[in-house]
């Protein structure tokens, strides 16, 4: 089986990706540069991957390569995901992060090319939520996948022993994953403003979108 991953940098997919690849024995190619697609695989092993949204290679590029079961959309509040992004080395490369972010928007909006929405947002509060999915879709793991205790170097060498060269043909590392908890100071759901001001005109349905899941979960909880 193969899971592809697809969002913005500093989405949060890396850590959601890392978590997929607890599943023991399974390639895992938690965050590959934006400067490459998705890796061509002859390997029938059970596989994830995390790609992130570029002018340079589109979902449908990534999708052709990887050749994914199922395709989850990763999204998180796009000032946050912005704030997280500005600065980073990389916010401009294959691509202007404004460019990133008007792609993303046309995905979302289009609707096509994946099969699920996943939301870090619900991740950092409930991550039961994402274990429920996997296993749901037939990546089985349990809970204990949290723990993180797969480390990085065991899933390169696993990749390496399953894929011959795939180092030479393809950059990738861990991202900016914090795995001693769940950092949930960084789900601000922060209003635009300054910087960020021209956002809701860039990607306005993922500001409703998310406008209308706040609304939504606040009736939740007055109802509970």
Known sequence: M??????MQSSGASVLALTLAQKAD???FIDIWNMFAAPELETQRDSVAKVVVTSAFSLEVHRQRFRPDVTCLVLRHPVDTYYSLQGKSYANESGLIDEKFVIL???FLAGKGFDHVVYYEDFVFSPRGLIDLCNDIGWLITCDALL???RQQD??????????????RLKYGVGNVHTRGMLRDRVRFSKPWGKTSHLPLLCPSLF???ADRLVAGRTREQRN
């Open 208 to 210: 409703e979108h998310t």
């Open 148 to 150: 993180f205790s797969r």
């Open 105 to 107: 928007e046309k995905v």
């Open 2 to 7: 193969r899971v592809l991953l697809y969002g």
């Open 26 to 28: 399974s390639l895992a």
């Open 155 to 168: 899933i390169q060498d696993t990749n390496a022993a399953a894929c011959p060269g795939i180092h030479e």
